[in-house]
């Protein structure tokens, strides 16, 4: 059974700053099936990245995504007051989804 | 503009059954994967069901066999039927479309849209 472990669990930031967000597959995955998505109280989750580094329509160029074998990164360049949320990673295969456990950023 | 709108939650006293609505609007459900994704109280999201377009259906070891996910294409909608609930399904559930390929027609499969949730409590 596939686990994403993200990395780190909250993470405690400025506006402006950068962020960088790590998520570990259990086992080797495509990084075609890889997504994140933005989580702000309140709110369903929404879209981000797909395909692991494809940006979803409307989506800043601030935020990007990449991967390096079981390892895949969201990046947020430079932090804006709206980015401070929860991140989940996501993996689609096998006919089910997994998710991460997420990661909390916050204003500091 | 698609939309995802669910409805259907409420309180309910463990062992008793509720059934979740996902009324679309802007694409049909009929032609697409769907998922039910849910969501813990302070806690993270947690997949629970997919139905793909040809009403094949796979669940979340948590649910199977508690939980059935089926769609009625005349009327647009998905729907999620919970029998003998417990206390740990208490959730806020949300319906989501996947969305395959991308543009460019690369299979990129994602959770593109989501509806607005609906709270299940179960409680005695």
């Known amino acids: 059974e596939l686990v994403l472990t993200q990395s780190p669990g909250s993470l405690s930031l400025s506006p402006g700053e950068r962020a960088t967000l790590s998520c570990r597959a259990s086992q080797s995955v495509s990084s075609a099936y890889v997504a994140w998505y933005q989580q702000k109280p309140g709110q369903a989750p929404r879209l981000l990245i797909y395909g692991a580094s494809s940006r979803a329509t409307g989506i800043p160029d601030r935020f990007s995504g990449s991967e390096s074998g079981t390892d895949f990164t969201l990046a947020i360049s430079r932090l804006e007051p709206e980015d401070f949320a929860v991140y989940y990673c996501?993996?689609?295969?096998?006919?089910?989804?997994?998710f991460g456990r997420g990661t909390r950023l916050e204003m500091k | 503009e698609l939309q995802l709108v669910e409805s259907g939650g409420g309180l309910v006293q463990p062992g008793g059954s509720l059934r979740l609505s996902c009324a679309s609007s802007?694409?049909?459900?009929?032609?697409?994967?769907m998922s039910w994704v849910r969501q813990s109280p302070g806690k993270g999201l947690d997949w629970v069901s997919l139905?793909?377009?040809?009403?094949?259906?796979y669940y979340a070891d948590s649910v199977k066999g508690r939980f059935t996910a089926s769609k009625d294409n005349s009327k647009n909608t998905l729907y999620l039927q919970l029998n003998s609930l417990r206390t740990e399904d208490t959730a806020i559930y949300y319906c989501?479309?996947?969305?395959?390929?991308?543009?460019?027609?690369?299979?990129?499969?994602?959770?593109?849209?989501w509806g607005q949730g609906t709270l299940v409590a179960v409680s005695s």
């Open positions: 989501a479309r996947v969305l395959l390929y991308d543009r460019s027609g690369f299979y990129y499969p994602h959770l593109d849209y």
């Open positions: 139905i793909y377009s040809g009403g094949s259906t």
């Open positions: 996501q993996h689609y295969g096998n006919s089910r989804i997994t």
């Open positions: 802007g694409f049909t459900v009929s032609d697409n994967y």
